[in-house]
């Protein structure tokens, strides 16, 4: 908690917090605010915005503000659940290998070392079209495929810690491993994982975007924010104004993460130390 | 030990000019002030004088100012914390004015230190031959091939066994006592006056500390190197120098001849370190016997 | 009586596969209750692999590690947690900043030993807590603070106190004055005299500095290449050293009562002399 109110005391952290609270905001009562039902055609098609269609209408007359609103929940919790999934599946590997024994750190590191070197949008395309094409498939294939950065992050972190003084201290006492983890190593790792998970996000949102841009993962009518920009982009030399909103929104959304997670990445942890050090022009002295 | 076949030529060319060699003063530092950037005064106006080919002990614990004393001659203060006032004058030249420039030129070939922790001070992915060569042909201006073979010469100086093979070799393949020793030689290869050893003894084991500490004795006595030695040490001190500062809260209490200080202290903090010194330690013992 | 600790023909060896090598070549120590054992060797003697492998930390390859009679070397997993938890063994590490975590409160740190053991209400704790801090005189308002707010000797004895919570009957100490400055040198030194004193508590205190073991240790055992080259008490070994490396060690230690410095020619004639011994057992063993 104090890693990210820490971030919170700096313009950037505000001001990312602040977008992102209104995003998350949107999406949870966007669709009830919506003003038209996002699936109903009518004959205004391709529609400039005013101030019936704030955002204008689509090829097929629908409202696009309606169709953006609508879309929220699909396009940033399904983020979320990659984000989770890649979470779970990354974290809980990257601190026990460290401490479970040689034989279980080598089986990890080179199931990591196997997803790394899956490329993104090809694996998801594989396993919807595998599974059926459904956005939780897709998004299983996304968090499958976020582990090992969550892993690297993690492990690094921890094994930074785990052979520290006071672990030793610790384990001497008679502390078990969990003990160790949840005294001594776990808040340590936490900023970092925030950090992580922010830039992952944000990252899952792109990727969620590109594929329902693609159209893996949702069936048409259904709209998504990706989705949106693909219908409207064979448009666009009648309704050049289609994509923006969409697009404007997604850039915004994951603007605000990564400013975030470099806000709390700045004020929190050997990050913070760091540069608050290069802040003060220490440097090395050469005396040669 | 061995000592270079040249080491007569390595006696800096001053000190032959000069008509008493070792009595002339060679560094003097008149009423320094120290303050930190908050405004706080960390030295209180520190007075000693430095004869050519002397040893010099500063002897005080952690956050007495011997350290701050010996950074404000080197010129490489901790950010923020700078001289306020006094003199610090090496040959006459008043170095608190020098553009900073100036002081790095001054630093190697006229005044050079080494420290507690040598392994911070080399890149541990180049060989240790390969800085010193470097130091060399920046400081001295020797060709490379010049450079090298000078390197290998200086090793052998400093006690090294097989220098040519520790020329090639990384920090990481040193022990504590050869990487000081190394780090001396870095200091000394362009032929500096005064050698500023700051605990540059502390962190080893005793035996290679006896050997380090003989080392500079010896760098002392065959090429006329001023040495200022700092340690929270008495017997260290002691053991090389001919005279003792001793610093507290920032000021000199006492100073003067080794054998005096330690024999007669005249100020009750200096008796109070040399209680505590042979409160534990071999000098107890030893003590203990000497009365019995 | 019977020693408190008593490890007898200790062989260790680190490292894997052909990098194996044995560290300990057979070491006996006995440490009896209340005495102070100094154990003295050079950076690469052994010294803190003895201590590690008296800790449980390294295994040993053979011989005996016991405590109060008991055998522990053979101790594993839950046998092994459950020993330390009763707290007979105490170490106390030579940087007291790295074996404090700096994100706990002193107050936590001092009690860790007491809340792994399990089954203390907080206010026992708070109670252990202040006893054990008034015992090492600490200020009980530091109790609050994080040990980056402490000065080197404070932390010390936030070490010390932590260690003595768990009513310990043996403390290992690895260089506990080395990286303090000489007055709280005297002040930790000075706990250590009264620790012993005021119980049945036997101390071993490692270190790399002869002279520090002056007016501490009641005995001396002296440590060459993985070998006791020489047990004695404190003023044998400081007077009247047989082996040429104690006799190096002796001679090498600085002196304020020296005139001079010790004479470099004796001291390269021990070493030679040195060179020689290790030779000498290096082809006994390969004799074997």
Same mark, same amino acid.
């Given at each position: 908690?104090?890693?990210?109110?820490?971030?919170?005391?700096?313009?950037?952290?505000?001001?990312?917090?602040?977008?992102?609270?209104?995003?998350?905001?949107?999406?949870?009562?966007?669709? %009830?605010?919506?003003?038209?039902?996002?699936?109903?055609?009518?004959?205004?098609? &391709?529609?400039?915005?005013?101030?019936?269609?704030?955002?204008?209408?689509?090829?097929?007359?629908?409202?696009?503000?309606?169709?953006?609103?609508?879309?929220?929940?699909?396009?940033?919790?399904?983020?979320?659940?990659?984000?989770?999934?890649?979470?779970?599946?990354?974290?809980?590997?990257?601190?026990?290998?460290?401490?479970?024994?040689?034989?279980?750190?080598?089986?990890?590191?080179?199931?990591?070392?196997?997803?790394?070197?899956?490329?993104?949008?090809?694996?998801?395309?594989?396993?919807?079209?595998?599974?059926?094409?459904?956005?939780?498939?897709?998004?299983?294939?996304?968090?499958?495929?976020?582990?090992?950065?969550?892993?690297?992050?993690?492990?690094?972190?921890?094994?930074?810690?785990?052979?520290?003084?006071?672990?030793?201290?610790?384990?001497?006492?008679?502390?078990?491993?969990?003990?160790? %983890?949840?005294?001594?190593?776990?808040?340590?790792?936490?900023?970092?994982?925030?950090?992580?998970?922010?830039?992952?996000?944000?990252?899952?949102?792109?990727?969620?975007?590109?594929? #329902?841009?693609?159209?893996?993962?949702?069936?048409?009518?259904?709209?998504?924010?990706?989705?949106?920009?693909?219908?409207?982009?064979?448009?666009?030399?009648?309704?050049?104004?289609?994509?923006?909103?969409?697009?404007?929104?997604?850039?915004?959304?994951?603007?605000?993460?990564?400013?975030?997670?470099?806000?709390?990445?700045? #004020?929190?942890?050997?990050?913070?130390?760091?540069?608050?050090?290069?802040?003060?022009?220490?440097?090395?002295?050469?005396?040669? | 030990?061995?000592?270079?076949?040249?080491?007569?030529?390595?006696?800096?060319?001053?000190?032959?000019?000069?008509?008493?060699?070792?009595?002339?003063?060679?560094?003097?530092?008149?009423?320094?002030?120290?303050?930190?950037?908050?405004?706080?005064? &960390?030295?209180?106006?520190?007075?000693?004088?430095?004869?050519?080919?002397?040893?010099?002990?500063?002897?005080?614990?952690?956050?007495?100012?011997?350290?701050?004393?010996?950074?404000?001659?080197?010129?490489?203060?901790?950010?923020?914390?700078?001289?306020?006032?006094?003199?610090?004058?090496?040959?006459?030249?008043?170095?608190?004015?020098?553009?900073?420039?100036?002081?790095?030129?001054?630093?190697?070939?006229?005044?050079?230190?080494?420290?507690?922790?040598?392994?911070?001070?080399?890149?541990?992915?180049?060989?240790?031959?390969?800085?010193?060569?470097?130091?060399?042909?920046?400081?001295?201006?020797?060709?490379?091939?010049?450079?090298?073979?000078?390197?290998?010469?200086?090793?052998?100086?400093?006690?090294?066994?097989?220098?040519?093979?520790?020329?090639?070799?990384?920090?990481?393949?040193?022990?504590?006592?050869?990487?000081?020793?190394? *780090?001396?030689?870095?200091?000394?290869?362009?032929?500096?006056?005064?050698?500023?050893?700051?605990?540059?003894?502390?962190?080893?084991?005793?035996?290679?500390?006896?050997?380090?500490?003989?080392? %500079?004795?010896?760098?002392? /006595?065959?090429?006329?190197?001023?040495?200022?030695?700092?340690?929270?040490?008495?017997?260290?001190?002691?053991?090389?120098?001919?005279?003792?500062?001793?610093?507290?809260?920032?000021?000199?209490?006492?100073?003067?001849?080794?054998?005096?200080?330690?024999?007669?202290?005249?100020?009750?903090?200096? *008796?109070?370190?040399?209680?505590?010194?042979?409160?534990?330690?071999?000098?107890?013992?030893?003590?203990?016997?000497?009365?019995? | 009586?019977?020693?408190?600790?008593?490890?007898?023909? &200790?062989?260790?060896?680190?490292? /894997?596969?052909?990098?194996?090598?044995?560290?300990?070549?057979?070491?006996? *120590?006995?440490?009896?209750?209340?005495?102070?054992?100094?154990?003295?060797?050079?950076?690469?003697?052994?010294?803190?692999?003895?201590?590690?492998?008296?800790?449980?930390?390294?295994?040993?390859?053979?011989?005996?590690?016991?405590?109060?009679?008991?055998?522990?070397?053979? %101790? /594993?997993?839950?046998?092994?947690?459950?020993?330390?938890?009763?707290?007979?063994?105490?170490?106390?590490?030579?940087?007291?900043?790295?074996?404090?975590?700096?994100?706990?409160?002193?107050?936590?740190?001092?009690?860790?030993?007491?809340?792994?053991?399990?089954?203390?209400?907080?206010?026992?704790?708070?109670?252990?807590?202040?006893?054990?801090?008034?015992?090492?005189?600490?200020?009980?308002?530091?109790?609050?603070?994080?040990?980056?707010?402490?000065?080197?000797?404070?932390?010390?004895?936030?070490?010390?106190?932590?260690?003595?919570?768990?009513?310990?009957?043996?403390?290992?100490?690895?260089?506990?004055?080395?990286?303090?400055?000489?007055?709280?040198?005297?002040?930790?030194?000075?706990?250590?005299?009264?620790? /012993?004193?005021?119980?049945?508590?036997?101390?071993?205190?490692?270190?790399?500095?002869?002279?520090?073991?002056?007016?501490?240790?009641?005995?001396?055992?002296?440590?060459?290449?993985?070998?006791?080259?020489?047990?004695?008490?404190?003023?044998?070994?400081?007077?009247?050293?047989?082996?040429?490396?104690?006799?190096?060690?002796?001679?090498?230690?600085?002196?304020?009562?020296?005139?001079?410095?010790?004479?470099?020619?004796?001291?390269?004639?021990?070493?030679?002399?040195?060179?020689?011994?290790?030779?000498?057992?290096?082809?006994?063993?390969?004799?074997?």
């Amino acid at each position: 908690m104090k890693t990210i109110t820490g971030a919170l005391r700096t313009r950037a952290g505000l001001t990312a917090a602040i977008v992102l609270a209104a995003v998350l905001l949107l999406t949870v009562i966007g669709p %009830l605010l919506a003003p038209y039902n996002p699936l109903k055609y009518s004959a205004e098609i &391709l529609q400039p915005p005013s101030a019936a269609h704030w955002f204008g209408t689509d090829y097929l007359g629908r409202d696009v503000l309606s169709r953006v609103l609508a879309g929220g929940p699909r396009s940033v919790f399904t983020a979320f659940e990659a984000v989770g999934i890649g979470l779970v599946m990354g974290v809980v590997p990257g601190i026990t290998s460290v401490y479970l024994g040689r034989v279980y750190e080598w089986i990890t590191l080179r199931v990591m070392d196997g997803l790394i070197a899956l490329p993104f949008l090809i694996f998801a395309i594989a396993v919807a079209a595998l599974l059926g094409n459904a956005v939780q498939q897709a998004m299983l294939a996304v968090g499958i495929l976020l582990a090992p950065l969550f892993y690297r992050i993690t492990r690094a972190a921890a094994l930074s810690h785990a052979n520290a003084q006071y672990v030793t201290a610790s384990q001497l006492f008679g502390a078990s491993v969990w003990l160790v %983890l949840r005294t001594h190593v776990w808040s340590k790792i936490l900023p970092t994982l925030v950090v992580t998970t922010a830039n992952a996000t944000a990252n899952g949102l792109l990727i969620v975007s590109s594929l #329902t841009f693609l159209g893996v993962g949702v069936v048409p009518p259904e709209p998504t924010w990706g989705g949106i920009i693909a219908s409207d982009l064979s448009y666009l030399s009648q309704a050049p104004y289609g994509p923006v909103f969409p697009a404007l929104l997604i850039m915004a959304t994951v603007g605000a993460l990564n400013l975030l997670a470099d806000a709390i990445r700045d #004020t929190s942890g050997d990050y913070g130390r760091a540069r608050i050090l290069r802040k003060r022009g220490a440097r090395r002295v050469n005396l040669a | 030990m061995s000592t270079l076949p040249d080491s007569a030529t390595a006696v800096p060319a001053a000190a032959n000019a000069a008509g008493e060699p070792g009595r002339e003063t060679l560094l003097s530092v008149r009423g320094l002030r120290v303050s930190a950037a908050d405004g706080s005064e &960390l030295v209180h106006g520190v007075d000693f004088e430095i004869p050519r080919g002397s040893a010099v002990g500063l002897v005080g614990e952690s956050g007495s100012g011997k350290t701050l004393t010996c950074r404000s001659v080197l010129g490489l203060l901790p950010v923020g914390v700078e001289v306020t006032g006094g003199e610090i004058s090496l040959r006459g030249t008043e170095l608190t004015a020098l553009p900073a420039a100036e002081w790095v030129r001054l630093r190697g070939t006229d005044l050079a230190a080494v420290f507690q922790d040598p392994a911070s001070y080399l890149n541990p992915s180049i060989t240790v031959g390969a800085q010193l060569a470097e130091v060399l042909r920046v400081k001295t201006g020797l060709a490379r091939r010049a450079a090298r073979s000078r390197a290998v010469e200086l090793l052998h100086a400093m006690g090294l066994h097989r220098p040519e093979h520790v020329y090639t070799q990384y920090p990481f393949e040193l022990s504590g006592g050869m990487l000081q020793r190394v *780090l001396i030689a870095v200091s000394i290869a362009a032929e500096p006056e005064l050698l500023i050893a700051d605990e540059a003894t502390t962190a080893l084991d005793v035996t290679v500390q006896a050997e380090v500490l003989e080392l %500079l004795a010896e760098l002392r /006595r065959d090429r006329g190197l001023t040495l200022i030695v700092v340690s929270h040490d008495l017997a260290v001190i002691s053991q090389v120098c001919d005279t003792v500062h001793v610093f507290r809260e920032g000021s000199i209490v006492e100073a003067g001849t080794t054998r005096q200080v330690l024999r007669a202290p005249r100020h009750p903090y200096t *008796l109070e370190l040399i209680e505590n010194h042979e409160r534990f330690g071999i000098d107890r013992v030893r003590k203990q016997r000497s009365q019995r | 009586m019977t020693a408190l600790l008593d490890v007898s023909e &200790l062989h260790v060896a680190l490292g /894997r596969g052909r990098k194996r090598t044995e560290i300990l070549h057979g070491v006996d *120590l006995t440490v009896a209750p209340g005495e102070i054992v100094g154990l003295i060797g050079e950076t690469g003697s052994g010294k803190t692999t003895l201590a590690r492998a008296v800790l449980g930390l390294v295994q040993a390859q053979s011989g005996t590690v016991a405590i109060d009679g008991r055998e522990i070397s053979g %101790l /594993r997993g839950g046998a092994l947690r459950a020993f330390r938890r009763s707290g007979a063994v105490q170490y106390i590490f030579q940087d007291p900043l790295r074996s404090l975590d700096p994100e706990r409160t002193v107050f936590d740190s001092l009690v860790e030993g007491l809340v792994v053991r399990g089954g203390r209400g907080r206010a026992e704790l708070q109670d252990a807590a202040q006893g054990v801090a008034q015992l090492v005189s600490l200020p009980l308002d530091l109790l609050s603070r994080h040990p980056g707010e402490l000065s080197g000797g404070q932390r010390q004895r936030v070490v010390i106190a932590r260690a003595i919570a768990v009513d310990p009957r043996l403390l290992i100490c690895d260089e506990p004055v080395s990286a303090l400055d000489a007055s709280t040198r005297i002040t930790i030194l000075e706990l250590l005299l009264r620790l /012993r004193e005021s119980g049945d508590v036997g101390v071993l205190l490692i270190t790399h500095d002869l002279g520090s073991l002056g007016g501490v240790a009641d005995r001396v055992v002296v440590l060459y290449q993985g070998q006791v080259v020489e047990t004695g008490t404190t003023d044998e070994i400081f007077l009247a050293p047989r082996h040429p490396y104690t006799r190096l060690l002796v001679m090498s230690v600085p002196s304020i009562q020296d005139e001079e410095p010790p004479d470099p020619e004796l001291r390269r004639a021990l070493r030679d002399e040195l060179r020689s011994l290790t030779a000498n057992s290096a082809q006994a063993a390969t004799r074997h």
